[in-house]
């Protein structure tokens, strides 16, 4: 049964609050609301949430404070600000900080609905109709089958991999396969790392302030970008990882830690080593075990079933763009695309294709607005050749196979979801 994603609704106002909670809830969600910073971060340090929805003035302060107070966990939660008209300068600045977005009241819930749907269906954190159960997005068929063969190992796991690849759509995945799938799933960025914020501290009053580490307890934390890391955290991270203990600042007891951690990097060890001051004996532990995710450029099999699956979350989440579809051109440009900014690129060009598109064909022209006309009309002579090429290779594959499309898709280095999307796209019937 799939688990209701949980929604943290700040907000003083009980009228509103109540209206949002009962509409949250019929939307097969489930709310939890606080009224105050200090509810909202009580919440947060004892409950997974899967996004927010916050009011700007609250109370005791503002949405901005939970939103610093909490960045361990704000780092990958969606957080959408509701505020009225005179702070939505504030707002549109905690955008650009990282929050998802703002809405100014009073706002249309129907609006606010399809945003989280959008939302939480890109991080694979709600079901999409018709959508596989991949993190997300189609993945890449050799990465998908070394991590499902990692999902219950404890050792220190590397993904590797461009900006925009998928490597935080990877780690998720590990995580809700896995035994520690309703333990909490935290990202923190390698660059902001600092002693409080990753071991926590005792304030001035005796109290314990939790860091990333005690609000990730059995769950999965994934260190972003780990040659970001500052010098002079290394060595006590160094003996972290090798210990699995932890004294927050300012304690003189030591804690355990019984999650798992991931690590992302855009460069090998090897790399990382040469031309980064990261420590090698830091490094060696961070990468146990060692899982590289290829850029879309060695993807180009799987281009037209990313994009495809990219294009069913909007539709989903947008009814009134349910029935927008791709042209053959549109498939010829995404598969001739090298797509430098990777899946990020992909969605970024996908999305803005659904929300400025006039009619229910997205042409090449939407996708890449930049490219002249003389330019499309060149790549679509020469992706009709590439096309009919393609689909003589995978008839002959399938003839080959006796039809069995697992072994077809294994002698073609593609997944079994990519050859049924090729197969239906050509017009291929099974023998």
Known sequence: MTRRPTILVVEDDDILAASLTTRLSLEGMSPIRAATCAGALAILHRSRIDAVISDIRLPDGSGEDVFWSERA?????????????????????????????????????????????????????????????DGGFPDDARVAEALDRLVEVRENLLLVGPSGSGRRTAARRLHDRSSRREAPFVVIDGASLDDRLLFGAIDATGAF????????????????????????????????????????????????????????????PEESAASTAIRPDLLHRLAVIEVRIP?????????????????????????????????????????????????????????????????????????????????????????????????QVIETALTENGGRIVATARSLGVSRVTLWSKMKRFGIARP
């Open 73 to 133: 966990r704000f780092a990958m939660t969606p957080t959408i600000f509701a505020t009225a008209y005179g702070d939505v300068e504030q707002a549109v600045r905690l955008v650009k900080l990282g929050a998802i977005d703002y809405l100014t009241k009073p706002f249309d819930i129907g609006a606010l609905v399809a945003l989280l749907d959008r939302v939480l269906a890109r991080d694979g954190r709600r079901p999409v109709p018709g959508a596989e159960d």
């Open 209 to 268: 302030e939790p860091g990333v580490l005690e609000t990730v307890g059995e769950g999965t934390l994934l260190l972003t970008e780990i040659a970001d890391i500052a010098p002079e955290i290394q060595a006590r991270l160094l003996r972290f990882v090798e210990e699995r203990r932890y004294r927050p600042v300012g304690a003189t007891a030591e804690r355990s830690f019984a999650g798992r951690l991931v690590t992302t990097s855009t460069r090998t």
């Open 295 to 391: 850029p879309l450029a060695e993807r180009s099999a799987d281009l037209a079933a990313l994009a495809g699956h990219i294009l069913e979350v909007e539709r989903a989440a947008d009814p009134r763009r349910a029935e927008v579809r791709f042209s053959e051109v549109a498939i010829e440009a995404i598969e001739s695309h090298d797509w430098p900014g990777n899946i990020r690129e992909m969605r970024n060009r996908i999305v803005r294709a659904v929300l400025l598109g006039r009619d229910e064909t997205i042409g090449a022209g939407d996708l890449f607005p930049e490219r002249p006309p003389e330019e499309e009309a060149g790549d679509l002579r020469l992706e009709t050749a590439r096309r009919d090429a393609e689909r």
